[in-house]
């Protein structure tokens, strides 16, 4: 994939992830978004069909999508917390079985959103973190708080993976998932 696809997906699913927020039918929490050569799939369970029809809707007005694969079921939505736990407990299996994960990094699951601290030395490191975080189904997106710095020669990850269970007033910044 050229690198000025991958950019224009990414600004595509923030374009998504930014319409969902303006519609207020859209019932954002469970629906999930991932483009790939502008094709748009939506994911996740939602109450009726009104509320699958206004997130295709929604998602069909970004300029650019090209297609709209609608993989949203109609159900009863698992609450966040029930979600969390099990994307955390699929992350410390992930993670567990990784090689290279640096030491020191915290990940916090709250509301279907993985957060991310801690310091790694390259941007290397990062972007593998930050790609095996994606890997749960049900996360919504990740927000990388990690700093580039020194971090120990120990390449096994330590900390725990926490699930948030206090409400959180401030809805964090969506970020691409990929």
Known sequence: MRNDQVHS????????LDEFARDIRVPVAHIGVAVTDRVVTLSGTVRDDRDRAAAVDAASRVDGVCVILDAITVGV??????ADHAIASKLHEIIDSARDVPVGIA???RNKV??????????????TVCRLATYPQGVNW????????SVAESRRHISPIRVATHANPEQPRKQAVT
């Open 9 to 16: 997906d990414e600004s595509m699913h923030r374009d998504v």
């Open 77 to 82: 939505p698992e609450t966040d917390s029930t």
């Open 107 to 109: 990940l916090t699951v």
């Open 114 to 127: 993985i957060t991310i601290e801690g310091a790694v030395d390259t941007a290397h490191d990062r972007q």
């Open 142 to 149: 990740v927000r990388d708080n990690l700093t580039q710095g």
